[in-house]
């Protein structure tokens, strides 16, 4: 992701509760260890995702999608060429959190080989719901093992 891309992936913040703004979606270029990534088609922007890594450990920070391109692998997209960075960066094992009512994301990061690993209570605002944490390790792929 550049600075160009800031407002396209803004403007997809918008589908979402709590969405980010465009200043902080550009700090997110500017941080250090961090990774942004976007996922486009001849329409534009329709995905990004991003997060850091410090090895051993990375967080995805946001991932999100555009609504009318749900449920057709750019999520899916998206965390596999994250994984490829950070085992790149030598990471083992990432987290994240989401929206416990995320039935969806919570099917698809069970699919990619994520595990729950407790739970935030009212973590997130707008609505105010609790966060599930997620914990994915990466030492098989390092080790060039399938997950």
């Known amino acids: 992701m550049v ?3 800031v407002v396209a992936v803004e403007d997809l913040e918008t589908q979402f ?3 980010w703004t465009g200043k902080q979606i550009f700090a997110e270029l500017d941080r250090k ?12 922007v329709v995905g990004w995702c991003c997060g850091m890594a410090t090895a051993p450990e990375a967080e995805l920070f946001k ?6 391109r749900q449920r057709r692998g750019v999520a899916n997209f998206l965390l596999q060429e994250l994984v490829i960075l950070l ?8 987290y994240l959190e989401v ?3 995320n039935i969806p994301a919570r099917a698809l ?12 209570k009212n973590y997130y605002t707008n609505p ?11 030492a098989p792929v390092l080790d060039g093992k399938p997950t």
Do not use: F, H, M, T
């Not at 085992?87 to 990432?94: A, N, S, T």
């Open 87 to 94: 085992v790149g960066r030598r990471v083992e094992q990432i």
């Open 33 to 44: 260890s961090g990774i942004s990534l976007i996922a486009e088609n001849k329409e534009g």
């Open 3 to 5: 600075a160009a891309d």
């Open 99 to 101: 929206r416990s009512a």
């Open 17 to 19: 509760p709590s969405p």
């Open 63 to 68: 991932i999100a999608v555009a609504a009318n």
């Open 128 to 138: 105010v719901e609790d966060a599930i944490l997620l914990v994915r390790n990466l």
């Open 109 to 120: 990061y069970r699919s990619s080989g994520w595990k729950e690993q407790g739970k935030r």
